[in-house]
């Protein structure tokens, strides 16, 4: 008789087991994309030297990627990639992996190993791009030459789109492969990039890790304030000079945080569904919200990274003025980065803002901007999210609790939103509030362990979306 789907599939998966040799050569070619420094260091400021070298790369780490005939490989945008594997059944929607080859810059300073060193020590990679983004860019390709080494076939088509400037806004990589995909008329059923993590320790009184897929992003505004005074010799100074009101009203922003939005966002309902797995009294707590609410995000703001959640964020990040010790200058600039939460606008944020800085003499330059990204879905019909608590009960089955969340930081993805209402941000890692912090900052590191886990979360990803239809039947039968 005929093997039926099912009986089918279950024949040709092929396990996550990988050989001591495969082991090695995965974490080697890992350290050697870390010792390539892929920096953004500004709009349009690249190391492209280090770019070109990672394209290179990668052609010689995963030979069986760019010789297989059913995958086409692109250069987009000079430095980005995009790779195209033809699936064996076209009547299945493709999907779309995403990752960076850009890393922010690092000194020495700081480190304990030097940070595009790549070293492996006590069981750890160390390095610039271990956990943002490399490990992903790494872990993809890595999965796939895996697979095609076994022979695999894959039956829906995806797409692996490694954009080379994410860190600057990713102009020139991911949305020009957007671009390149819209005129194209692609279609994705989702898409999965960085974004989330399994958290650990992020919650005090809370051991227990969670996955944190984060379906929606926060926005952004880059203002500049600007106030214009008459210059003058210092021996007279006058009043009031240009940085004295600058230093006043960026000091009344930090001083006055934006109103907390949580109460409508995604965060309630991820405490929700957490409520259960804490014991008394924060259970009974969390399942009344609608009474305790004001308390617990009172306490959440506490936090610097629950407060990231909970509402639209102030930063100034630049601050400039002044030419000479004598001179009273006559500008005065800042520049404040904000991110805002999703349930608040652009146009919110400024009025906000405005009536904070509340001084004629300040002038607001919105430098650039966009919006809070769309909510993808997460319900029991959202493929790219089911197929990721699937791989997550497989390869981590120690994780029980999978909960939509909000990226607090920006991502290539909100690219795409064009190509895809499915935007799912997540890495396959535990991460730990230090950790968290390595990113952006000093001693990033990933443990060869959980590398190898990520090659193995995208080895088991590729294959389950092939038997999702299987899947989905089989629900459907229930
Ligand atoms: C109730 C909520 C509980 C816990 C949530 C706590 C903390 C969440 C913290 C971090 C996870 C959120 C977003 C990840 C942020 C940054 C890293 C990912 C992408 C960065 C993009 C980039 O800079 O390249
Ligand atoms: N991903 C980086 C850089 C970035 C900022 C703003 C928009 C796009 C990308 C961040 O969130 O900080
Ligand atoms: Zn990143
Ligand atoms: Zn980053």
Redesign the pocket.
Known sequence: KYPSGKERQRASRIPSQFSQEERVAMKEALKGAIQIPTVSFGPGEFNTTALAEFGKYVRKAFPAVFKTSFIQHEVVGEYSHLFTIQGSDPSLQPYMLLAHIDV?PASDQGWEVPPFSGLERDGFIHGRGTLDNKNSVMAILQALELLLVRKYIPRRSFLIALGHD?????ANGAQKISALLQARGTQIAFIVDEGGFILDNFIPNFKKPFAMVSVSEKG?INLMLQVNMTPGHSSAPPKETSIGILAAAVSRLEQTPVPNTSGNGPLKKLLQQLANEFSFPTNIVLNNLWLFWPLVSRLMERNYIMNALARTTTAITMFNAGVKENVIPSVAQATVNF?IHPAQTVQEVLELVKNIVADDRVQFHVL?A?EPLPVSPSDDQAMGYQLLRQTLQSVFPEINIVAPGTCI????S?HYVNLTTGIYRFNPIYLQPQDFRSI?GFNEKISVQAYENQVKFIFEFIQNADTELERASHQHEL
């Open positions: 922010v994410e860190e600057v806004s990713g952004s991110r650039s966009f930081a920006n991502t290539d909100r952006h």
